[in-house]
């Protein structure tokens, strides 16, 4: 059972796609999940409509502060997995969330990381983690990363980010053409013809791993002492000019 919640104040960091594509997964594996879209575009729930996923996959997508509580007390109770896709907004809902949930991911762009809303991300929820007294296990996600980046220069961005006790996803989500379609054609990455998106094969490959990995941290032993604002402001600075530093 795993609560995991998608954030970064950056829009179009790639989070409603690591949300579909671990909804996917979860449910291609047998597991009951819930997706929670709390995003006002309502982009999750448009594709959750078109993917065909029958009773695997709950679609929720009137969450509020007032509601969110309730609606995973309910969720938890039915469902295996529950994947909570947020807005590009930094308020309460998202800090609602994070504080609600076994993982919070946050996806950053590719190679060349814009990670300003990130850092304002980690810094919100270690804001929740302190005033809640509550570790929240969080980790960030390289996304949309060019399949031409070299393993060597992921493992280098790793490096930088695990040394500054940013754990991170060991599997990026790779810029794949199938992981636009599924939105413009409607279903799954299951449910695609392989003779109408390229590299079809490596996108499944790059979602189960990817889907793997996120499942050990949710329910693994990786929470790890949240950083303070300052480390995290510090942080960033120390990742350029890889990474933006958080504005003042
Ligand atoms: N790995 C990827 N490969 C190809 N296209 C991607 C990938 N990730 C995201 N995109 C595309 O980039 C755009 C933004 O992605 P997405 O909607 O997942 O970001 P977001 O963080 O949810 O954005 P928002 O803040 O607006 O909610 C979309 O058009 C999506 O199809
Ligand atoms: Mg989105």
């Given at each position: 059972m795993a609560v995991i919640s998608v954030a970064n104040a950056k829009g179009g960091s790639g989070k409603t796609t690591a949300a579909v594509l671990l909804a996917t997964e979860f449910v291609a594996r047998g597991a009951r999940t819930a997706l929670l879209d709390c995003d006002d575009l309502k982009l999750a729930a448009s594709?959750?409509?078109t993917a065909r996923l029958g009773e695997g996959l709950t679609l929720v997508d009137t969450v509020a502060v007032s509601n969110l509580a309730g609606y995973l007390k309910a969720l938890r109770a039915t469902h295996e997995h529950i994947v909570i896709d947020l807005s590009g907004a930094r308020d309460a809902l998202v800090a609602f969330a994070a504080g609600l949930s076994d993982l919070v991911l946050v996806p950053v762009q590719g190679c060349a990381m814009d990670s300003r809303g990130a850092a304002h991300v980690l810094?919100?929820?270690?804001?929740?983690s302190a005033n809640s007294h509550k570790p929240i296990n969080r980790a960030v996600v390289l996304s949309r990363v060019n399949p031409l980046v070299t393993t060597r220069a992921l493992r280098s961005v790793k490096a930088v980010l695990d040394g500054a006790k940013i754990p991170v996803i060991g599997t990026p989500v790779i810029e794949r053409a199938a992981f636009r379609d599924m939105f413009e054609t409607g279903g799954t990455l299951y449910s695609i013809a392989a003779d109408r998106t390229s590299n079809l094969d490596k996108a499944v490959l790059n979602m189960r791993v990817f889907a793997d990995e996120v499942l050990r941290f949710a329910v693994g032993d990786v929470v790890r002492?949240?950083?303070?604002?300052?480390?995290?402001?510090?942080?960033m600075r120390a990742m350029q000019p890889a990474v933006a530093a958080p504005a003042p």
């Amino acid at each position: 059972m795993a609560v995991i919640s998608v954030a970064n104040a950056k829009g179009g960091s790639g989070k409603t796609t690591a949300a579909v594509l671990l909804a996917t997964e979860f449910v291609a594996r047998g597991a009951r999940t819930a997706l929670l879209d709390c995003d006002d575009l309502k982009l999750a729930a448009s594709w959750a409509r078109t993917a065909r996923l029958g009773e695997g996959l709950t679609l929720v997508d009137t969450v509020a502060v007032s509601n969110l509580a309730g609606y995973l007390k309910a969720l938890r109770a039915t469902h295996e997995h529950i994947v909570i896709d947020l807005s590009g907004a930094r308020d309460a809902l998202v800090a609602f969330a994070a504080g609600l949930s076994d993982l919070v991911l946050v996806p950053v762009q590719g190679c060349a990381m814009d990670s300003r809303g990130a850092a304002h991300v980690l810094e919100l929820i270690d804001l929740v983690s302190a005033n809640s007294h509550k570790p929240i296990n969080r980790a960030v996600v390289l996304s949309r990363v060019n399949p031409l980046v070299t393993t060597r220069a992921l493992r280098s961005v790793k490096a930088v980010l695990d040394g500054a006790k940013i754990p991170v996803i060991g599997t990026p989500v790779i810029e794949r053409a199938a992981f636009r379609d599924m939105f413009e054609t409607g279903g799954t990455l299951y449910s695609i013809a392989a003779d109408r998106t390229s590299n079809l094969d490596k996108a499944v490959l790059n979602m189960r791993v990817f889907a793997d990995e996120v499942l050990r941290f949710a329910v693994g032993d990786v929470v790890r002492k949240p950083l303070v604002r300052a480390e995290v402001a510090a942080t960033m600075r120390a990742m350029q000019p890889a990474v933006a530093a958080p504005a003042p």
